[in-house]
């Protein structure tokens, strides 16, 4: 069993869609949770992090991680075509510490 | 700020020859990176953790002697492809961390844009 389960997708939305994006895990050494973006062909950005349970606003982002059910999501508001990318969450038992990574799901935003 | 580069973005050779591909961090001197590879439409593998001046940790099932990786200074690491075969083409990442975090506690790494390999 993968340490870190993410459907890959591909998941296709139209524009101004909200977006769901899931990921569960089995180590409950995690305490740092980071979702990345990742265009083809280029190296992962990191969107946001949090540490520990709770939620996390920026914008059109919100991330929520929920360490009872050992389950942390990534939501998109007002989705755009220029978010279309693959979504990564990772984790880390400690600041700065290795990372372990989902699948990566696949998104398109249609316009 | 805390840009990292890789060099070459993209190399073919022969199989059997070695390569090397060089991750610089820019604007910050990175205690640690890591080198990650990536199959088409997988996740990031971690491979090994390099600490400036000191041998890298590597992960379980990746070769040493295959993938070498120097980390001489705080902003250069490497890492050289023995005796490539086509069976290691892939996506090559590598990513620094240090005291350039710009996301408050958290200690984040930066990635690099990533080194295609093919092996033919």
């Known amino acids: 069993q993968k340490e870190v389960e993410q459907d890959p997708g591909p998941l296709s939305v139209p524009e101004g869609a909200i977006v769901s994006l899931n990921c569960t895990y089995s180590n409950s050494a995690f305490q740092y949770f980071m979702w990345y973006r990742q265009y083809s062909r280029k190296g992962p950005e990191l969107l946001m992090y949090t540490y520990s349970s709770g939620n996390k606003e920026d914008g059109r982002f919100t991330a929520q991680v929920d360490k009872s059910s050992k389950y942390i999501s990534l939501f998109i508001r007002d989705s755009q075509p220029s978010d279309s990318a693959t979504y990564l969450c990772?984790?880390?038992?400690?600041?700065?510490?290795?990372?372990?990574f989902g699948e990566g799901t696949q998104l398109t935003v249609n316009p | 700020g805390a840009v990292v580069s890789q060099h070459p973005s993209w190399v073919i050779c022969k199989s059997g020859t070695s390569v090397k591909i060089e991750c610089r961090s820019l604007?910050?001197?990175?205690?640690?990176m890591f080198w990650y590879r990536q199959f088409p439409k997988q996740s990031l593998m971690l491979m090994a953790t390099s600490n400036e001046g000191s041998k890298a940790t590597y992960e379980q099932g990746v070769e040493k002697d295959k993938f070498l990786i120097n980390h001489a200074s705080l902003t250069l690491s490497t890492l050289t492809v023995t005796s490539a075969h086509p069976e290691d083409s892939s996506f090559y990442i590598c990513?620094?961390?240090?005291?350039?975090?710009?996301?408050?506690?958290?200690?984040?790494?930066?990635f690099g844009p990533g080194t295609r390999l093919t092996v033919l």
């Open positions: 604007d910050f001197q990175a205690t640690t």
């Open positions: 990513s620094a961390n240090g005291l350039a975090g710009t996301t408050g506690a958290y200690n984040e790494q930066f």
């Open positions: 990772a984790m880390s038992g400690t600041s700065g510490s290795r990372l372990t």
